[in-house]
């Protein structure tokens, strides 16, 4: 199983950028579909969930009204839509895979991407 995430970057306070994670390797029915994320020295964070199906997503509070997560319509990829950014949200995000409804929780997901890169600058 892989899981590839891309579209990260260099972004002003205040602007935007779109992360897409595409996952291969096995059939991803009932997978929900994770992005969490770590600044330097700090824990890994919950950052937003979706099903498998898109009906159901969650945010952390953070993010929450910023950040938009769906599902692609092949369930094997979804995409981070993040706007109005800021440096605290600066961090590696990683996309991850759990088999069933969506957790806050980094030790109940099954499959982890490499990780991408968003800085803000302010």
């Known amino acids: 199983v892989q899981l590839q995430a891309s579209g990260g970057g260099l972004v002003q306070a205040g602007g935007s950028l779109r992360l897409s994670c595409a996952a291969s390797?096995?059939?991803?029915?009932?997978?929900?579909m994770g992005w969490f994320r770590q600044a330097p020295g700090k824990e890994r964070e919950f950052v937003a969930a979706?099903?498998?199906?898109?009906?159901?997503?969650t945010y952390a509070d953070s993010v929450k009204g910023r950040f938009t997560i769906s599902r692609e319509k092949t369930k094997s990829a979804a995409s981070l839509q993040m706007n109005n950014l800021n440096p605290e949200d600066t961090s590696v995000y990683y996309c991850a895979m759990r088999l069933g409804f969506h957790s806050n929780y980094a030790e109940s997901y099954d499959y982890w991407g490499q990780g991408t890169q968003v800085t803000v600058s302010s």
């Open positions: 390797g096995r059939n991803f029915n009932n997978y929900t």
């Open positions: 979706v099903t498998w199906s898109g009906d159901y997503t």
